[in-house]
């Protein structure tokens, strides 16, 4: 058997039997590859579902998250390869044999394989989305090796994923997981590629608040990634460079007013932040308006929505980080002060004894004083 595709699940009820319809149809013969369903302890029908496909094989686990249940599938594969999608995917049916032979095709063996989005929906937010995704696929393209995998559509050497520890189960909802994971593999100089033949179906975000909640999440969680891999903040072969500079000016755009309040900086820097931003969604614009002018009207808002998204989650998990931080030193602080006062008190016990008989005040020197926050 050369492949297991692990499909993490839960409460896919509404979706999963088309995924498994789909790789139940792939174009392999079926003992060239097995099916593993992860239910991450779903509370709908999900579990029964599944158990409808006597090809494939269920995995029911507690509700830890779409890393853990990825890696839990992994442990129990037994292909040679390890192929990941989605509940909410629908690959097309030459899916896996297109991602299988990219890991033949290269002159250096190859780790991981990445696939591509493509999607049915006609509203113009989840066209919007697609053309962003086209446009991050047009970007990979240009390179020959690639350090970024998403595992909609994805595959990996079993024997390299499991040597570098899977996902990061710390981060638990789906989010930037598989990022993590291919900046480490990439750090480590496993090869990676582009397959954009091999291709799965999926339902892309519909209204603006659901697409602006989808960004802020990802930039949330990828305040960890950025910290982790510091290099990758300026240079990944997914992101394309005006992304990164738009967030940036947004963020320095929040920060114009309070500058021009109390240092007193001209107020027109602010629109020079604004022409800079509305000529960095140019070429988005263009990329979009080639293929559906109906889309690129609407393109500029969701470009600045996008920007602001993603840069608010970067303030709260640049906060939530800190915390975590103040956190984890109070923890050291504490843990080493019982081990010190443990293994000191003997000598401690003799020099209160020492300044008893020494003199007439007491042992322990007692003073108020200001602290944090003047307590």
């Known amino acids: 058997m050369r492949a297991s595709i ?25 003992s060239d590859y097995e099916i593993i369903v992860v239910d991450d302890g779903s509370t709908d029908a999900t579990a029964r579902l599944v158990e409808a496909f006597p090809r494939v094989r269920l995995i029911c686990v507690s509700h830890r998250g779409p890393a853990a249940a990825r890696n839990r599938g992994a442990r129990a594969a037994n292909g040679e390869l390890l192929v990941f999608t989605d509940a909410d995917c629908e690959p097309v049916s030459r899916w896996l044999s297109r991602l299988l032979a990219a890991f033949s095709q290269a002159e250096r063996p190859v780790a991981a394989v990445k696939g591509a989005y493509c999607t049915r929906q006609r509203e113009l937010i989840a066209r919007f989305v697609q053309f962003e995704y086209e446009e991050k696929y047009a970007h990979m393209r240009r390179t020959r090796w690639i350090d970024f995998v998403d595992t909609y559509s994805a595959a990996y050497s079993r024997e390299i994923f499991l040597q570098n520890g899977g996902f990061d189960e710390f ?18 100089g496993c090869a990676m590629v582009f397959a954009p033949e091999a291709t799965v179906y999926h339902r892309h975000p519909t209204t603006i608040a659901a697409y602006a909640r989808r960004k802020f999440r990802i930039g949330y969680w990828k305040v960890r990634v950025q910290r982790l891999y510091p290099e990758k903040n300026w240079r990944d072969t997914h992101t394309p460079p005006m992304l990164k500079i738009q967030v940036g000016l947004f963020l320095t755009a929040l920060a114009i007013p309070l500058l021009i309040a109390f240092a007193g900086l001209p107020w027109w820097l602010l629109a020079i932040i604004a022409l800079a931003f509305a000529l960095s969604a140019l070429p988005l614009v263009r990329f979009i308006a080639g293929r559906d002018r109906a889309t690129a009207l609407i393109a500029p808002i969701l470009i600045l929505v996008r920007a602001a998204a993603l840069g608010c989650g970067l303030l709260a998990g640049a906060c939530a980080e800190v915390s975590r931080s103040a956190r984890l030193k109070r923890a050291v602080d504490v843990i080493g002060a019982v081990i010190a006062l443990v293994v000191l008190s003997p000598l401690l016990a003799l020099i209160a004894l020492a300044v008893k008989f020494d003199s007439a005040g007491p042992v322990l020197f007692i003073q108020a004083r200001a602290g944090k926050d003047g307590q």
């Open 171 to 188: 981060f638990p909802s789906a989010s930037v997981e598989d990022q993590e994971f291919s900046f480490r593999l990439a750090a480590r």
């Open 6 to 30: 692990i499909v993490p699940a839960y409460n896919a009820a509404a979706t999963i039997e088309n995924c498994l319809q789909a790789l139940v149809a792939q174009d392999l013969p079926h």
